[in-house]
């Protein structure tokens, strides 16, 4: 019943890029909007981006034009490119069907993908 599966995570230096993949298990993923979210040990959850099904994307400040989300409906997959990463950037990510700003559809999040950004 695992229904969100995250990967693509790893230890990289600064400026150096991963991208993340992530499958989500339903029928009907083309209507979905897909969010990335992203949480280290310390923190709450925070909100990456989230992609709609008519490709429409949005983007948290931080961001600073350095990640770009995308989507695969004939593989149920969303992914995030991320390049120009910065320390702050380690977190565990996750996704997620993204509902509304702090809310998601699955309560039962998948196990994320830890990047690690360190010299």
């Known amino acids: 019943q695992v229904q969100l599966v995250e990967s693509g995570g790893g230890l990289v230096q600064p400026g150096g890029s991963l991208r993340l993949s992530c499958r989500i298990s339903s029928d009907i993923f083309s209507v979905y909007q897909m969010a990335w979210y992203r949480q280290t040990p310390k923190e709450e959850r925070e909100y990456v981006a989230y992609i709609t099904s008519g490709e429409m994307k949005d983007y948290a400040p931080f961001v600073e034009g350095r990640f770009t989300i995308s989507r695969d409906n004939a593989k149920n997959m969303v992914y995030l490119q991320l390049t120009n990463l910065k320390p702050e950037d380690t977190a565990v990510y996750y996704c997620?069907?993204?509902?509304?700003?702090?809310?998601?559809?699955?309560?039962?999040w998948g196990q994320g993908t830890q990047v690690t950004v360190s010299p």
């Open positions: 997620n069907v993204w509902l509304r700003r702090g809310e998601v559809l699955f309560k039962s």
